[in-house]
């Protein structure tokens, strides 16, 4: 199994980032996918998920308005369109994939996850 990421980068405040994860070995369309990130010296937190037929998605409060989930499933890849960034957004960003079950904001819920890729937003 892996989840590629990609897609991260260094940008200034207000500007627009599209991060992408493509999946292999795994039946994607099974999978419920989301998004967590890490800022240096802080837990991994919850950002979105979105179910597997993606007629679902949940966002954390801090990125509502702002970030959009999608996926595209004969791709294998989900995508986070990120908008008005802001520099408490910076952070490496992970996509995790998990079975149905448990919560959708619980990391320890994923069974597999990408290896992470850093959105560095300035002043």
């Known amino acids: 199994v892996q989840l590629q990421a990609s897609g991260g980068g260094l940008l200034q405040a207000g500007g627009s980032l599209r991060l992408s994860c493509a999946a292999s070995g795994i039946t994607f369309s099974m999978y419920n996918m989301a998004w967590f990130r890490q800022a240096p010296g802080k837990e991994r937190e919850f950002v979105t998920a979105i179910s597997w037929t993606g007629g679902n998605t949940y966002y954390a409060e801090s990125v509502k308005g702002r970030f959009t989930i999608s996926r595209d499933t004969p791709k294998n890849t989900v995508y986070l369109q990120m908008n008005s960034l802001k520099p408490e957004d910076t952070a490496v960003y992970f996509c995790?994939?998990?079975?149905?079950?448990?919560?959708?904001?619980?990391?320890?819920?994923?069974?597999?996850w990408g290896q992470g890729t850093l959105v560095t937003v300035s002043s």
């Open positions: 995790a994939a998990k079975r149905r079950g448990g919560s959708y904001s619980t990391s320890n819920d994923y069974a597999y």
